[in-house]
């Protein structure tokens, strides 16, 4: 019996080959019950970040810049945070991890991405996909049994593929992380942005 990631590798690179065909220079910046998101919805500025579970510069960037960015801006409800998801190689890894992370429900979202993320280096090195993902899984109040049926949902492998399509259909998205406020990209072809950097746009975007 083929794992559960290998059955949804071909779905997540077909997806994966969609989001690099993006041909429209529009930023999709109206917020929808599909996001995820933190902070304040009501708040004057809006940051969008598109970036992938499997993305090591989004897992660094959540690394050293979220926790103050959070602090600063999300917590203090300055902004609304609203997290897009993509796919980088491994696309499977990625599609996996996004799949899990909604499966855990939107109030444990956020904390199994970070998990993701801080568990990549392991991940890449040893090549345990899936027992990483299902010890994840597992810290989130998910059995094997619900870890496997999560990450091989096929309507929610379609789901994901159709939110991507969407956002690159509505955004030229060139790299993970990209980050745009309030409509306008920060950086034309993504990258980690430093915090400095998002201090001036959202202070531009609060004008």
């Excluded at 992938?52 to 103050?68: D, L, M, Q």
């Excluded at 609304?80 to 980088?88: G, H, K, P, Q, S």
């Excluded at 010890?135 to 870890?147: D, T, V, Y």
């Excluded at 942005?193 to 004008?207: E, F, G, R, T, V």
Aim: proline fraction near 3%; charged fraction near 25%.
């Amino acid at each position: 019996m083929r794992s559960p990631l290998r059955r949804i590798l071909l779905a997540a690179t077909l997806v994966a080959s969609v989001a690099g065909l993006s041909a429209c220079n529009k930023t999709g910046s109206t917020v929808t019950a599909d996001d995820m998101s933190l902070g304040n919805p009501n708040a004057k500025v809006t940051v969008i970040e598109y970036a992938s579970a499997s993305c090591v510069h989004c897992a660094r960037w959540n690394e050293e810049v979220f926790p103050a960015f959070k602090q600063k801006y999300i917590d203090t409800g300055k902004v609304n945070y609203v997290y897009r998801e993509f796919l980088t190689a491994p696309p499977q890894v990625a599609a996996a991890s996004f799949l899990l992370a909604r499966c855990a429900g939107k109030d444990k979202y956020f904390s199994v991405l970070d998990s993701v993320y801080r568990s990549q280096e392991e991940m890449f090195s040893t090549g345990d996909y899936r027992g990483v993902l299902l010890r994840i899984a597992q810290s989130s109040g998910l059995n094997e049994q619900q870890f496997d049926a999560c990450v091989s949902d096929e309507k929610a492998l379609k789901a994901l593929n159709d939110r991507i399509e969407r956002y690159s259909k509505e955004t030229d998205i060139k790299g993970t992380p990209t980050f745009v406020i309030n409509g306008k990209k920060l950086n034309e072809d993504g990258g980690e942005a430093p915090l400095a950097q998002l201090d001036a746009a959202i202070a531009a975007a609060s004008k």
